[in-house]
């Protein structure tokens, strides 16, 4: 696989992973599934490990995107490495 230069693979992107919200103790995806805002029934006014949404592509992106400013972003997409020429 490693040695084919056609640039036809099936798997084009892989994300590496993600943060989670210590400050929290939330350990969801940020994928909007574990957004409290999401919630519906009478258990909402409980939910306090709120993960929200956050777009897993970032087109100006090539990779380890969950540092800010030095700092660890909690809830963030890990991203693998990309090269500039490949995004």
Do not use: Q
């Not at 805002?37 to 939910?47: D, E, H, I, K, Q």
């Not at 540092?67 to 693998?80: C, L, N, P, Q, Y």
């Amino acid at each position: 696989m490693f040695t084919r230069t056609d640039g036809s693979w099936a798997i084009k992107l892989v994300l590496s992973g993600y943060t989670f919200y210590e400050s929290k103790s939330a350990y969801g995806a940020p994928d909007g599934f574990s957004d409290c805002a999401r919630c519906v029934g009478s258990l909402c006014n409980t939910c306090t490990k709120s993960v929200p949404y956050k777009a897993a592509h970032d087109p100006n992106s090539c990779g380890y995107s969950m540092i800010e400013d030095g700092k660890w972003v909690e809830g963030s997409w890990t991203r693998v490495h990309r090269d500039k020429d490949i995004i």
